[in-house]
């Protein structure tokens, strides 16, 4: 068996929706970038393992890209109508994770962005500077995002096991890396949109 470098940690998560995308996801995703690795080293296209990462990182960037900008928006919101404390919740939950690529730390780090974003949200909800349905749209359009991120993150593994299979290497893929099961529906949706757009790798990479 391969011994990986891993940090283990305890990650304390607020809000509902981040707590949604971590229970939903996060497993899933991690595993799904652990496969991404092995089946792509058992095809043997060793170039191919940094373009794809160069793509999952570019997918991740723009996703906290867009998260900072909202922030840093909201956070002067604050700002402007002179609010500094954020609340506290009533049921935070502390999740046991496993960091084993960078990529897995950059989906924790965007977990930990939403759930501070949804904080101020919160916050200005609470003061009355947000309506309940401004605060409805805007909580769901972010737990989407990353709902749909890790999505494409699972079809671009699935996408890697059509490749395996078309170059006959279905049996060492499957000792290697078992495939896991997506149960959630909108995962799985995003998952199967997501391989089905070609069955080249390559083409992922060059979009």
């Keep these: 068996m391969y011994s990986r470098p891993v940090f ?3 990650m304390i998560v607020n809000s509902l929706q981040a707590q949604r995308v971590m229970a939903r996801s996060f497993d899933r995703v991690s595993n799904a970038l652990f496969s991404l690795d092995v089946i792509l080293r058992i095809i043997g296209d060793l170039k191919e ?3 794809v990462e160069e793509v999952i990182h570019g997918h991740i960037d723009k996703v906290a890209e867009d998260m900072k900008k909202a922030l840093d928006q909201l956070s002067k919101v604050m700002a402007d109508n002179g609010i500094e404390d954020t609340p506290g919740y009533s049921a935070p939950v502390t999740y046991p994770i496993e960091i084993t690529s960078p990529q897995v730390a950059q989906f924790a780090h965007l977990i930990r962005s939403l759930d501070k974003l949804m ?3 919160d916050t200005l909800w609470l003061n009355t500077v947000l309506t309940s349905q401004q605060r409805s ?3 769901y359009e972010w ?3 990353l709902i749909k991120l890790a999505g494409r993150i699972i079809g671009m593994e699935k996408r890697a ?3 395996a299979h078309s170059k ?3 049996e060492e893929v ?3 890396a078992p495939e896991q099961e997506t149960n959630d529906v909108e995962l799985s949706s995003e998952a199967e949109s997501t391989s089905k757009t070609s069955t080249n790798m390559q083409e992922e990479v060059s979009a």
């Design 119 to 121: 904080s101020i949200v």
């Design 143 to 145: 737990q989407q995002r």
């Design 161 to 163: 096991r059509i490749s």
């Design 174 to 176: 499957a000792e290697a």
């Design 137 to 139: 749209d805007a909580t």
């Design 8 to 10: 283990r940690q305890n």
């Design 49 to 51: 393992i940094d373009q």
């Design 168 to 170: 006959g290497k279905d």
